[in-house]
């Protein structure tokens, strides 16, 4: 049968742009994407940059009072919400406009519409026209939820509305304690806004490793953010242009605003998977087996929907992954394996492999930690601490974790990430020689075991 196009791909996010650039760019494919929105998905439009952004922004106050320590006259005055805006929106614009060039010189053909499949080689948009294709990846991503038991919570809002914000709240409790939550707790506080944080568990960024999230929970509280741990929302009220929120603690009190930073969920529903016989998993997820390949063999999900490990590198590597297996010729699955990872929290948190508790688990282990003062922030009379620690295997002296808290984080594991994932052993990070003065070379001058178990 003579299909319209080699591949059809519904989602413009950073997966689904980047198997149809190498389809149709590299394999000389013909390409169709539909994309319902804004093309670059969340990470471009909603997520990871613009958010980025925001921490940039949120950072100068602390950075202008070093400023004047370090002997500068320097103050800091009022942010400025619309005008930091205006620009970021011209940002996301300019990215937007790059996404669909690129798409556009790989000679993908773009749809702006909704894209339903409607049988294991045929797509039809939102508009009626019906295309059909070999192969379709459904690349839809994610969206933040919203728990449907709290009265109320329509008044709230999540990640997806914080850039569209009329004004910067005066003050917003947000309730969460993941990556995002962590994050716009760390970047309203900076901007200048009163920051509450309702976390139901016992210790924010729960999975990560305990002595690094304590840290950041502390740093985050010293800071500034008004953390409540076992603690969340009950019900929520307009009271007048502010919103009344009653907590599990017995708290009573009036936010400009709440944000949702509960979860997010794939965006699987109405594509007409069930239709075909895939059955959705309970989260929504559309079940993948190594390669991305559904139960239908001509139907590929990656990304945020399938929801494996949701962060766009991943969905990047799931991409080319999908591609070289199914267009090169080469069966490829998807590392997933020691993923180094950042929480733009202040102070950032990278990370990669096993944390401590995990890798007790498996045992003997040796335990490397240090904690210091910072030497920038420090000289300025700042407390702030940094951490690292090294979770390395005792029998194979592998490093089995690397967990950073400190200023620049999210670069230093990117770096450290290479050599554990290589295998690097205690002794091989003992060999390097320090990068002096830095904050990483900690990393290769831990000498003795903090503990072992
Ligand atoms: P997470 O799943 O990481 O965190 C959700 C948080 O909300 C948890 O603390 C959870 O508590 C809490 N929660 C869930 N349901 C409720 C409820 N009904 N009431 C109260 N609290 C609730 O999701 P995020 O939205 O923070 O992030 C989603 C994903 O996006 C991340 O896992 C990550 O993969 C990605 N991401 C990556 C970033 C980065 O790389 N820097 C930045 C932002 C997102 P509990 O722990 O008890 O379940």
Known sequence: ????????????????????????????????????????????????????????????????KDAVAYG????????????????????????ETVYRGLLAG??????????????PHRVVLADGREFTAAHILIATGGRPVVPDDVPGAELGITSDDVFHLGALPKSILIIGGGYIACEFAGIFNGLGSKVTQFYRGAQILRGFDDEARALVGDEMRHAGVDLHLGTNIVSMDRAGSAIKVTATNGMVAEFDQVLFATGRAPNSADLGLEELGITLARDGAVPVDDYSQTSVPSIFAIGDVTNRVNLTPVAIREAMAFTATVFGGTPTPVDHDLIPTAIFTQPEMGTVGLSEEEARENGPIEVYTTSFKAMQSGFAGRSARVFMKLVVCAD??????????????????????????????????????????????????????????
């Open 396 to 453: 194979s002296r592998k490093v089995l974790g690397c967990h950073i808290v400190a200023p620049g984080a999210g670069e230093m594991i990117q770096l450290a990430g290479i050599a554990v994932k290589m295998g690097a052993t205690k002794e091989d990070f003992d060999r390097t020689v320090a990068v002096h003065p830095t904050m990483a070379e900690e990393l290769v001058t831990l000498r003795k075991p903090t503990r072992t178990a």
């Open 106 to 119: 790989s000679k993908v053909q773009s749809f702006d519409a909704r894209a339903r499949i409607k049988d």
């Open 72 to 95: 500068w006259d320097a103050s800091c005055g009022a942010f400025n919400w619309p005008a930091f805006r205006g620009r970021l929106e011209a940002e996301l614009d300019r990215l």
């Open 1 to 64: 049968m003579a299909f319209d196009f080699d591949l059809f791909v519904i989602g413009g996010g950073s997966g689904g742009v980047r198997a149809a650039r190498v389809a149709a760019g590299e394999y000389g494919l013909r390409v169709g994407l539909a994309e319902e929105d804004r093309y670059g998905g969340t990470c471009v439009i909603r997520g990871c940059v613009p958010k980025k952004l925001m921490v940039f922004a949120s950072g100068y106050p602390d950075q202008i």
